[in-house]
């Protein structure tokens, strides 16, 4: 199987993680600031570049959507599990801080689900050439 966009991914990857690197140092912070968050903006850059300009296949370009699909929740676990070990460290501020930001998280989308109601879509009525086809046995 041959798997396309693994390349621009890793490019970009390393591109946001010597840029964030670089950013650690400069504000004299040991660790990583903001790398994977510039490498998504990179690959997200890239795969409009190449799109506009030709130079991504439709094979490729699926593959940078995958693997851009399974890149961010892995790091957002890593940087979620990160996080509750340094708020646990930190004391009861910081765990205050986080159940408050959840608390407004969650009120704000109910305010916003409740303020405006609209009417309900219409129906999607089934198209011929919508419905799925079923291959052979066989994969052929």
């Known amino acids: ?22 950013l650690g140092v400069l504000l004299g912070v040991k660790s990583n600031v903001g790398g994977v968050g510039i490498a998504m903006i990179l690959l997200i850059c890239a795969r409009l570049y ?15 959507g995958f693997w851009g699909a399974m890149y961010i ?3 957002v676990a890593m940087a979620a599990q990160q996080n509750v070990v340094t708020a646990l460290h930190g004391g009861p501020v910081a765990l205050l801080a986080a159940v408050g930001a959840v608390l407004v998280c969650g009120l704000t989308i109910a305010l916003i ?7 309900p879509l219409p129906a999607l009525e089934p198209s011929p050439e919508t419905q799925a086809q079923v291959a052979p046995a066989g994969g052929r």
């Open 1 to 22: 199987m041959i798997i396309y966009g693994v390349a621009l991914l890793a490019v970009c990857t390393l591109a946001g993680v010597i840029v964030g690197d670089f």
């Open 113 to 119: 689900s409740r303020s405006h109601r609209g009417e």
């Open 73 to 75: 929740p892995v790091v």
């Open 50 to 64: 190449m799109h506009r300009n030709g130079g991504m296949s439709k094979e490729c370009e699926f593959g940078v």
